[in-house]
Every structure is written in C-alpha cells, then in structure tokens.
C-alpha cells in the first residue's frame, strides 16, 4: 500500500522495530529497493532530496512508488528530506508525496517551531505525515556542512516543548551521527536518546545511518527510533559498481549490463538492513 509515515512508525512503535528510510539517488535504484523491502517483508520508506525530486520528477516518483506498493504487496512511504523552503514542501505534497520533512534546525527553536507548524497544518490537512528536526547533525547533506564544532545536541526539554507546539509525526533529534559518514562509525550518545524517549511521545528519527555501528542499531530501537535513514552507504556502493561496470564494458553494449549490477549491490544493502531493522528476535519473543 501508498502509505504515510505515520502509519509504517505507529506498527513499528507497535512491535518494536524501526522502519528504514533509503534514499534514492537516481531512478534506476528505485525498484531496487522496494524489491528488497518486499522480499525482507517489511514497510519501506523511499526518501528524495528536493534536488533528486526535480531532476526525476516528482510525478515519476510518486507514480513508481504507488505501482510497485500495490503490484509488490508492500507498504511504501515516499518522503521528502531536509526541506527548508515552503515552496519545496508544497509541490511535494501537491505532486503526492505522503511524508516531507521540514528541517528548521538551522533556525532559532521558536522560528523552528512556528514554521514547523505551518508545514504541519498544511501537510495534515492532505493526509501528509511531518517529521521535524531540533539540534543539528554534522557532516554534509546536499550541499550543507556542519562542522564538528557547530554540531548542537538535542535538548530534551526543547524536543517535549517543540512536538506539544507543532503536531509533528515524527522527531529527527541529533545524539551524534553525521550525514556522509561511512569511513568510519560514530559513538552514538544512548543515555541522551533514553532520556529523549521517556519524554516525548512521537517516533524518533536517526539521520546519518551510514555511520552508525551496527552493533548499537538494536539499542537504538529499543530506545524509541522507528525511522532510520541510509543514503551515504547507497550511494558509494552503487557509484563503486558502476566504476567497475562502465569501465570494463564495451562502447555499444546495452547499458542496461552495467546498472543492474549497481542496483543489485543496492539492494543486498538493503535487504542486509531492513534485517536488522526489523529486530526479528524480539518480535519472535512476542
């Protein structure tokens, strides 16, 4: 089914796993990933830059998503990511997009929290889910870098005042995981993720996936995440195989041979992910 993110983080609130978020970073890679999705018998969310939005089209996208959740059996999320402009947000929502991310974390808190709130009333009243941001997470995200420096951590008083006053569906926070990441892993802060979790009541959203270890993801579950995002390890993976296959082929043979390679390294990813995502031993336990 074409579904919300509201919808795919209230089950995994419900059986306790977290629901992966997969970029997209080209068209091809999309029937990739909810192919695995599909055969790992989980919800997926298909996430796009504004930029990816526009250079596929945003009704290609949609149009793609809604086919394959139906003729696949799979719940489908598609969600726009790291927004900061209205404009953006609106031809998402308007185009059929079910979920936008509104990222106001650049923002002073009350700026953030008016604006997040206009997003929200917009975006509710087309059946459309809202994750927000407070804090803000290092590295580079299409473009925009934030120094180790200038990383703010999420206050947990300011996440409990900032969903009362927005009516978010879902809370990106930042306990030290950078977008881009995926040389090396990040010492992710679980005490401050616990003392988030026990004052909030919406799902908590990890951005900068790639980087993040993966003996630490089932504490990260089991402390109130239900949507994690993955771009970064997509992304080399597929540029790698490409690499390989583009530079070993023949001028005139079918380009086809050298991206399904690339879009079959994307899948195992993910498949290997929405593994772990799922927390299958604790849902065996219930």
């Not at 089209?57 to 719940?75: F, P, Q, R, W, Y």
């Not at 993040?212 to 109130?224: A, C, F, S, T």
């Not at 993955?230 to 490409?242: H, I, P, Q, S």
Request: hydrophobic residues 40%.
């Amino acid at each position: 089914m074409y579904t919300t993110l509201k919808e795919v983080t209230s089950r995994a609130e419900e059986l306790n796993f977290t629901v992966g978020a997969f970029n997209t970073h080209n068209l091809e890679m999309l029937p990739s990933l909810i192919h695995a999705a599909k055969e790992q018998g989980a919800p997926i969310i298909i996430q796009t830059s504004i930029d990816t939005a526009k250079y596929i089209g945003h009704e290609n996208l949609v149009a793609i998503c809604k086919s394959m959740a139906t003729k696949n059996m799979v719940d489908v999320v598609l969600h726009l990511d790291h927004a900061r402009e209205f404009d953006d947000i609106k031809e998402a929502i308007d185009k059929g997009y079910t979920s936008v991310m509104f990222d106001g974390s650049h923002l002073p808190f009350k700026e953030n929290i008016m604006k997040t709130r206009a997003v929200v009333e917009y975006a509710h009243k087309h059946g459309v889910s809202v994750e927000g941001e407070i804090g803000t997470i290092g590295g580079t995200e299409e473009g925009i870098h934030v120094d180790e420096d200038n990383k703010v951590y999420t206050d947990p008083k300011d996440a409990v005042e900032f969903v009362k006053a927005t009516g978010v569906d879902a809370l990106a926070i930042a306990i030290g995981t950078n977008h881009g990441q995926y040389k090396s892993k990040t010492e992710v802060n679980i005490p401050l993720l616990k003392e988030i979790n026990a004052l909030v009541d919406v799902p908590l959203v990890i951005h900068g996936g790639t980087g993040v270890n993966e003996k630490d993801i089932h504490k990260l579950i089991d402390n109130g995440i239900r949507k994690f995002n993955v771009g970064t390890e997509l992304l080399v993976a597929w540029t790698k195989k490409a690499k390989e296959t583009f530079g070993e082929t023949k001028e005139n043979k079918s380009l086809r041979h050298n991206i399904i390679p690339c879009n079959d390294a994307v899948k195992e990813i993910v498949k290997h992910k929405i593994g772990i995502f799922m927390n299958k031993e604790d849902l065996i336990n219930k």
